[in-house]
């Protein structure tokens, strides 16, 4: 008996919609050709429930509206961009969602963070001290695109770099440790932004227990482009990775240093050592794990939205109190 590809219907036609749309099409042979859907229109209920894939890049605004609407139409399977929900009150109304939704966090499912999330699971870094690195990009540098939806804050939020780079920051930081942080804060700035509410530089500090993890994240670090880097400070070692050189880690142990190379390739969505996708490679990941859910029942190893929600919880929060003064 043939089994019935996967039939996905992408919201938003944006960058994100684009790339989910690749991503979807390297698995020609499980997922059918992907479907286009109006932002605008409302959704209609899937024709096969059981095979049905909502993806949702639309607007960071109107994600939790389209999450809470799929339900309601009968989808049991979404792929939701970050963030699924912009402040408190929307997170609240996702909160106990009934249905499988995976979120668009790719850096975790990289090689280099699965390398480090096994290593801290094995104990190799002994206790833990901290997680440090930068996030960083430049497009707040450049003269601002006309009609953008971000500078909207019904369609993009109040925030810009806390949810559309911080979330990805603190997914990889709280995947990596292996659970949330106890105590969250976040300072923001607003240099060079295209709209007074869109923030273009934050620190995010997490404590967790006695490990401490700082963050710089930003769209205002003229010169770069995607820039992440992660270092983890141990007890018994330290690692660096970078999104520059994916398929490669370097750890000092006592005085010395060491490379670690991938040295294996998993069709489609990572290719040889060295010839990776980038950060379609994520995406590719991603969807591939949902798929196989959907048509097997194998539990899908990719971000789900309630580990989403306790992130987005925490850096909400943060915001909160930032602002209270």
């Known amino acids: 008996m043939v089994q019935q590809r996967v039939q996905p219907l992408i919201v938003g036609r944006g960058a994100a919609g684009k790339a989910l749309r690749h991503a979807?099409?390297?698995?020609a042979d499980e997922v059918a050709p992907a479907v286009w859907h109006d932002r605008e229109a409302p959704l209609p209920p899937p024709d096969t429930p059981d095979r049905a894939l909502l993806v949702i890049a639309n607007p960071h605004a109107l994600h939790t509206p389209r999450l809470l609407e799929a339900v309601e139409q009968g989808y049991r399977f979404a792929i939701c961009e970050k963030p699924a929900a912009i402040n408190l009150d929307q997170l609240r109304a996702l909160e106990g969602l009934?249905?499988?939704t995976w979120v668009c966090h790719g850096y975790r499912l990289l090689w280099g963070p699965e390398e480090l999330t096994r290593a801290c699971a094995a104990g190799r870094f002994g206790t833990l001290i901290s997680i440090?690195?930068?996030y960083w990009q430049s497009s707040a540098t450049r003269p601002p695109k006309g009609d953008s939806w971000k500078d909207t804050p019904e369609l993009g939020g109040r925030f810009d770099v806390l949810l559309d780079l911080a979330t990805h920051w603190a997914d990889l930081v709280t995947h990596i440790v292996g659970a949330l942080p106890n105590r969250t804060a976040v300072r923001r700035w607003f240099i060079n932004g295209a709209s007074p509410h869109r923030d273009t530089h934050v620190h995010v500090t997490m404590e967790f227990d006695d490990m401490v993890s700082f963050g710089s994240i930003s769209k205002t670090a003229h010169g770069n482009g995607n820039t992440l880097e992660l270092e983890i400070v141990g007890e018994l070692a330290s690692a660096s990775w970078s999104f520059a050189q994916?398929?490669?880690i370097t750890w000092g142990e006592g005085g010395t240093r060491a490379t670690q190379v991938r040295?294996?390739?998993e069709l489609p969505a990572r290719p040889g050592p060295f010839h990776g996708l980038g950060w379609m490679e994520g995406y590719g990941r991603l969807?591939?794990?949902v798929v196989a859910h959907i048509r097997d029942g194998r539990p899908a190893h990719a971000p789900t939205l309630q580990e989403h929600l306790g992130v987005l919880r925490r850096l909400l929060g943060a915001a909160e109190l930032e602002a209270a003064g």
Not at 24 to 27: D, E, G, H, R
């Open 98 to 100: 009934q249905m499988a």
């Open 132 to 134: 440090e690195g930068r």
């Open 287 to 289: 969807v591939g794990e």
């Open 246 to 248: 994916p398929d490669m």
């Open 24 to 27: 979807l099409a390297m698995y």
């Open 263 to 265: 040295t294996t390739a």
